[in-house]
C-alpha cells in the first residue's frame, strides 16, 4: 500500500511562513506527480502546488502561485511546500497527493493522498 505521511502544519501568524513536507512509501512511481491541495468547510478541495516527476515543470493555484513553492525529491518521495506572507484565508487542511493526473489541478486526478496536516494562520 502507499502511505503519504504530511507534516509541518501548525498555527502561524499573518505575514508569516511555513515548510510542510510530505514523505512517501510503497510504490509511488518516481515519474509520479505530486502536489498539494487544501480544503476548508464548504469548498472544494482546491490546488495548492504540482509538481512533474523530474521537478522541471510546476503548477501552482491561483490564490497561491505568488507565494508558494513546491519542490521534490524524486529519489525519495517527498515533496515540499514552501509558502510565504501567509493569510487567514490560507487556513485549511493540506493534503499531498501522488499520481499521474492528466490535469494536475483537478483532485479526482490523483491516486493517493495522505491524511492531511492542519494549517491555521491567525489574524
Known amino acids: 500500500q502507499v502511505q503519504l505521511v504530511e507534516s509541518g502544519g501548525g498555527l502561524v501568524q499573518a505575514g508569516g511562513s511555513l515548510r510542510l513536507s510530505c514523505v512517501a512509501s510503497?510504490?509511488?512511481?518516481?515519474?509520479?506527480?505530486m502536489a498539494w491541495f487544501r480544503q476548508t468547510p464548504g469548498k472544494e478541495r482546491e490546488l495548492v502546488a504540482a509538481?512533474?516527476?523530474?521537478?522541471?515543470?510546476?503548477t501552482y493555484g491561483d490564490s497561491v502561485k505568488s507565494r508558494s513553492t513546491i519542490s521534490r525529491n524524486v529519489a525519495k518521495n517527498t515533496v515540499d511546500l514552501q509558502m510565504s506572507s501567509l493569510k487567514p484565508e490560507d487556513t485549511a487542511i493540506y493534503y499531498c497527493?501522488?499520481?499521474?493526473?492528466?490535469?494536475?489541478?483537478?483532485?479526482?486526478?490523483?491516486?493517493?493522498w495522505g491524511q492531511g496536516t492542519h494549517v491555521t494562520v491567525s489574524s
Open positions: 509538481v512533474s516527476y523530474d521537478g522541471a515543470s510546476t
Open positions: 497527493a501522488a499520481g499521474e493526473p492528466l490535469n494536475r489541478r483537478v483532485s479526482n486526478a490523483y491516486s493517493y
Open positions: 510503497g510504490r509511488v512511481s518516481g515519474s509520479a506527480t
